[in-house]
């Protein structure tokens, strides 16, 4: 075990957990599951950072452990009947607006396939470049630019995010 490794480790911890909690919110839609998923994804990580090239590639590491973590949970979670519409809620002038618009973005977001949600969360919530969310995803460039398209006319075709100008997802109005 090499004890600057360590250090490493415990000020990357220390510095990207919120952030990391916060990926893993938008990949789970939970926060006590995104709390698991980070917790998880640095234990997966702890173990193998020794042969980590570098401890700038703990963030890429990481993420990916996250978004492969988060896939296997959902395969393993037992499917119940789940409401195929989601009611939207009453229009009407809110003081709230930029939050109501956050919630209804965050639940279309929720309908999406596990990858082609993380990929838009990689893209446009964490401003990642395509060729690095093909490498935390495992897929190629083009496999992410796929998944971002589809992923957006999802989302464009969703009663729930029309008219929505979230920040990060301007890219969602027609």
Known sequence: MDPG????FAEFVDGRFTALQRFGYLLTGEWHLAEDL????????WFHRNSLRSANALESYTRTAMVNTSTQWWRRKWRGETPTEIM??????????????????????ATLPRRTRATLVLRYFEDLPEAEIAQIMGCSVGTVKSNV??????LREHQ???????????????
Request: net charge negative; glycine share 10%; no cysteine.
């Open 5 to 8: 490794r360590d250090q490493e």
């Open 38 to 45: 980070v917790q998880t994804a640095l234990t997966k990580v």
């Open 88 to 109: 939207p809620e009453p229009a009407g002038d809110s003081p709230y607006g930029v939050v109501d618009d956050r919630d209804l973005l965050l639940r279309a977001l």
């Open 149 to 154: 398209s589809r992923g957006l006319a999802k």
């Open 160 to 174: 729930l995010v029309a008219g929505i100008s979230a920040p990060g997802m301007k890219a969602v109005e027609s």
